[in-house]
Nanobody
Framework: QVQLVESGGGLVQPGGSLRLSCAASGSIFSIYVMDWYRQAPGKQRELVAAATSGGNTNYADSVKGRFTISRDNAKNTVVLQMNSLKPEDTGVYYC?????????????WGQGTQVTVSS
């Protein structure tokens, strides 16, 4: 079983920054992709940023140039640095990982952390 624990959400004014962290633990042999999703009230969950074990990254158009995702493969952690935050970035942010352990592939979600951008 794999667990993801997120930290770093909170309330910030427009234009401010936040740093979200996520650590994976449990029966992990390797993690292919670690990514961040978010869900705003009344909206579907959407992919924000993804990072592969090989160092490739992908971003939603709405966050390109403002958010940066980075991974530490050895520690099974991922960080989302969010700058120039806008009110529309408000939502619950979820860490997600796809990987392999105990002889099978897995997909795991964190519990979510609230990000609120408001003056």
């Amino acid at each position: 079983q794999v667990q993801l624990v997120e930290s770093g959400g909170g309330l910030v004014q427009p234009g401010g920054s936040l740093r979200l962290s996520c650590a994976a633990s449990g029966s992990i042999f390797s993690i292919y992709v670690m990514d961040w999703y978010r869900q705003a009230p009344g909206k579907q969950r959407e992919l924000v940023a993804a990072a592969t074990s090989g160092g490739n990254t992908n971003y939603a158009d709405s966050v390109k140039g403002r958010f940066t995702i980075s991974r530490d493969n050895a520690k099974n952690t991922v960080v989302l640095q969010m700058n120039s935050l806008k009110p529309e970035d408000t939502g619950v942010y979820y860490c997600h990982a796809n990987g392999y352990g105990l002889g099978r592939n897995f997909g795991a979600w964190g519990q979510g952390t609230q990000v609120t951008v408001s003056s």
